[in-house]
């Protein structure tokens, strides 16, 4: 089967054109003609020789793969499809705004840690995207060249797909590849320790962890992977690392109405976050099927924000976008994938 040229680094494009016995600086032409520029065909590299293109094409595909659907919300919000062979579907969300334009990038089919929050998590793991599956999902969109920003918050846990992650940076940030700069890209993550510390040394771009509680009892009943990784580590792992003037550390919040939006936990948010330049992202949930969670009332939103501001914690609350065509945070799912999932009686 032909491999695909999307999604290959630059030593790999310089390992093809010596197989294939071309002059080594071609592998720098064809990433400049895979992620600088508009083609979608290998013969549209003009640059190369008309044979060297016959040989490309004779062993490899070019390897975008367009959409098979999209919703548009009423707020200008996108959610593509994406079809990932025999393996499902995954979702990314395009946000546009006034001075930005963001995609939402998915980096699993499913998911394995099962949040009882969010929706991609009722699938499971179907699998890992490769960094070419990644990127697709950014240049295959209409919008590709408009984009300004990239979050890693779609379909997966990155940092549980680490080395596609990494790979998919690489090229993004690159100087042969699509050159944006790191600061305009977020990693989040619920918090796998180990693969943290690696994603800290090896990469420079903004990290977000899902913290939503700051009490280890709360927050293992909402994310299971708290059992194996507690703030606690996640925290003192953080505090390990220099990180410099321009490099965020955030950690994001859902707000739940009656279980993590009291004034105990503004008073233990300021302690367990004391010692880290960061900000917390608040966020609305977004209501699931079968499930005992509810959000807070928008009053009680603003008086936790204000709150942990007056703690000098900087402290914003995220804008709900595509909520009504299930692309807002944790809404994620394809639906057509999804088992049967009995309603949870407690969170207990």
């Known amino acids: ?39 979608t065909s290998i013969d549209e590299m003009t640059n190369l020789s008309k044979k060297a293109r016959g040989m490309l094409s004779d062993k490899y595909l070019l390897g ?3 959409p098979i659907s999209a919703q548009e919300s009423k707020d200008g919000t996108k959610k593509y499809l994406f079809s990932i062979g025999d393996n499902g579907y995954i979702e990314s969300a395009f946000i546009p705004e006034s001075k930005r334009n963001t995609i939402c990038v998915s980096s699993q089919v499913g998911c394995k840690m099962r949040c009882l929050f969010c929706m991609t998590g009722r699938q499971g793991l179907k699998s890992n995207l490769t960094a070419g599956e990644i990127l697709n999902q950014i240049r295959s969109l ?28 690489d090229i993004l940030t690159s100087e042969w590849g699509f050159g944006w700069s790191k600061r305009k890209i977020t990693v989040s993550t619920i918090g796998i320790v180990p693969a943290m510390r690696r994603f800290l040394i090896e990469s420079e771009c903004h ?11 709360e927050r293992k009943m909402l994310m299971p992977v708290s059992h194996v990784h507690s703030i606690e580590s996640i925290v003192k792992e953080i505090k390990r690392h220099d990180l410099g003037r321009h490099r965020r550390i955030s ?39 079968k499930t005992p969670l509810a959000s807070t009332d928008e009053r009680r939103l603003q008086i936790f924000k204000d709150a942990l501001s007056n703690k000098g914690i900087f402290t914003s609350v995220r804008a709900s976008r595509g909520q009504d065509i299930d692309a807002a945070c944790g809404l994620l799912s394809t639906k057509n994938q999804q088992p049967a999932i009995p309603e949870i009686k407690t969170i207990a």
């Open 64 to 66: 975008l793969s367009a």
């Open 1 to 39: 089967m032909k491999q695909n040229l999307f999604g290959k680094s630059l030593p790999e494009l310089q390992d093809v054109v010596a197989q294939l016995g071309l002059p080594r600086f071609t592998a720098k032409q064809m990433a400049q003609w895979l992620y600088q520029k508009d083609i």
């Open 207 to 217: 990290l977000a962890v899902s913290l939503h509680s700051p009490f280890e009892s």
């Open 251 to 289: 950690f994001e919040y859902i707000v739940f109405g009656g279980i993590n939006d009291t004034s105990k936990h503004v008073k233990e948010m300021a302690r367990v976050l004391n010692g880290i330049n960061c900000r917390i992202n608040l966020i609305r949930f977004h209501e699931i099927p």
């Open 142 to 169: 209409p919008e590709w060249q408009k984009l300004t920003n990239i979050v890693f918050m779609g379909m997966g846990e990155p940092l549980d797909n680490l080395d596609a992650v990494l790979k998919s940076l």
